[in-house]
């Protein structure tokens, strides 16, 4: 069955400090989706990338960045210079593909603070 | 604005008492599902659908039912709710049901039964 490990269950940082979110997966597929979605204090989930299991580039997008390595079964998750705004609970996502739909196995999440 | 919406956001009640949490997404999307968030679990899903009705479980689905009737709406039932089911719920819309589709969530229904 797939499986999504964030080991890390809280991490607490101060403003600016670059910090880094891990995720590991489980899958026998060799088609497969990760997905990242940021979860604030006001409770939504927030999505805020995706990639393909064909895609090995790593991504990034202003102060985010993401690491995939199929090697090591990993899709990191930086953060760099790290805001207040960015405390959040972050959640990996792995796709499983059941009778032909998509289910989303989601890791435990890691509570990320960022202290002024 | 491209949007699923959720009610109630928020509800306290007694154990037994059956309730409905509704989801509504105005995206004319196929595939919608239901997800519940408990602490150091993350997100489970409870039951999707791929079409209008067309319904199938999910990892947790015991205490639950749902229906798809339209497509824009998918209905979380909970017939004779226990504390155990005591969440946070999402509700999940994507264009299709394929790999890779990015799922919309709703904000989310927070439930306590006591």
């Given at each position: 069955?797939q499986?999504?490990?964030?080991?890390?269950?809280?991490?607490?940082?101060?403003?600016?400090?670059?910090?880094?979110?891990?995720?590991?997966?489980e899958?026998?597929?060799?088609?497969?989706?990760?997905?990242?979605?940021?979860?604030?204090?006001?409770?939504?989930?927030v999505?805020?990338?995706?990639?393909?299991?064909?895609?090995?580039?790593?991504?990034?997008?202003?102060?985010?960045?993401?690491?995939?390595?199929k090697?090591?079964?990993?899709?990191?998750?930086?953060?760099?210079?790290?805001?207040?705004?960015?405390?959040?609970?972050?959640?990996c996502?792995?796709?499983?593909?059941?009778?032909?739909?998509?289910?989303?196995?989601?890791?435990?999440?890691?509570?990320?603070?960022?202290?002024? | 604005?491209?949007?699923?919406?959720?009610?109630?956001?928020?509800?306290?009640?007694?154990?037994?008492?059956?309730?409905?949490?509704?989801?509504?997404?105005?995206?004319?999307?196929?595939?919608?599902?239901?997800?519940?968030?408990?602490?150091?679990?993350?997100?489970?899903?409870?039951?999707?659908?791929?079409?209008?009705?067309?319904?199938?479980?999910?990892?947790?689905?015991?205490?639950?039912?749902?229906?798809?009737?339209?497509?824009?709406?998918?209905?979380?039932?909970?017939?004779?709710?226990s504390?155990n089911?005591?969440?946070?719920y999402?509700?999940?819309?994507?264009?299709?049901r394929?790999?890779g589709?990015?799922?919309?969530f709703?904000?989310?229904?927070?439930?306590?039964?006591?």
């Amino acid at each position: 069955a797939q499986k999504v490990t964030q080991a890390q269950t809280e991490i607490s940082v101060v403003e600016k400090e670059d910090v880094t979110l891990d995720c590991v997966y489980e899958t026998r597929d060799t088609t497969y989706y990760l997905f990242w979605y940021k979860q604030p204090p006001s409770g939504e989930l927030v999505f805020l990338i995706r990639r393909n299991s064909f895609d090995e580039q790593n991504e990034i997008s202003g102060r985010y960045s993401w690491n995939f390595q199929k090697s090591t079964s990993s899709f990191n998750f930086t953060i760099t210079a790290s805001q207040v705004v960015d405390s959040a609970v972050y959640f990996c996502a792995l796709s499983e593909a059941i009778q032909g739909a998509q289910k989303l196995v989601f890791g435990q999440g890691t509570r990320l603070t960022i202290n002024p | 604005e491209a949007q699923v919406t959720q009610n109630p956001r928020y509800l306290i009640t007694v154990t037994g008492k059956k309730l409905t949490v509704t989801c509504s997404q105005n995206m004319n999307h196929e595939y919608m599902s239901w997800y519940r968030q408990d602490p150091g679990l993350g997100l489970r899903q409870i039951y999707y659908s791929m079409n209008v009705e067309v319904t199938d479980k999910g990892d947790v689905p015991e205490g639950y039912k749902v229906s798809r009737k339209e497509k824009r709406n998918f209905p979380l039932i909970l017939e004779s709710p226990s504390p155990n089911q005591t969440s946070l719920y999402f509700c999940a819309s994507s264009l299709e049901r394929g790999l890779g589709q990015p799922q919309h969530f709703g904000d989310g229904t927070r439930l306590s039964i006591l």
